[in-house]
């Protein structure tokens, strides 16, 4: 059976679906039915979530599995926030709050200096 495509891949739009039918007794249903939110997800940002999903919300573990950096999770975390259709949680507040997590991560010994460096280089371009 195909995937459901989620956007146009001629024009990037919604994709609605028309049609629905029972696959036991073949009733159907026409009319015009909303996707899921997160049929809006490309490949790539459907797997990060099942990952984040899998990890429980850990960005340490989620970092570990995909085998990125703590800043590329963040992003990737927002930019699936913003293709769900809600606005951008990452305000300077955020990153302060980050900011604070590297360098207490840094003093209780749980990462290296070149690591907070790297992590709060990252997020100069979040």
């Given at each position: ?32 039915f909303e996707l899921p ?90």
């Open positions: 059976m195909n995937q459901i495509v989620g956007t146009c891949p001629v024009c990037s739009d919604e994709m609605r679906v028309v049609r629905l039918r029972c696959r036991a007794c073949d009733t159907a249903l026409d009319g015009s939110r997160f049929l809006r997800l490309a490949p790539e940002q459907l797997y990060f979530v099942e990952t984040f999903i899998h990890n429980r919300g850990k960005i340490k573990d989620v970092e570990e599995e995909l085998g990125i950096s703590y800043p590329t999770v963040v992003a990737r975390l927002d930019e699936v926030v913003v293709a769900l259709g809600y606005e951008s949680a990452a305000d300077e507040s955020d990153l302060s709050e980050t900011r604070h997590k590297i360098l207490d991560e840094l003093s209780e010994g749980r990462i290296d200096a070149a690591e907070a460096a790297t992590r709060l280089r990252g997020l100069q371009g979040a």
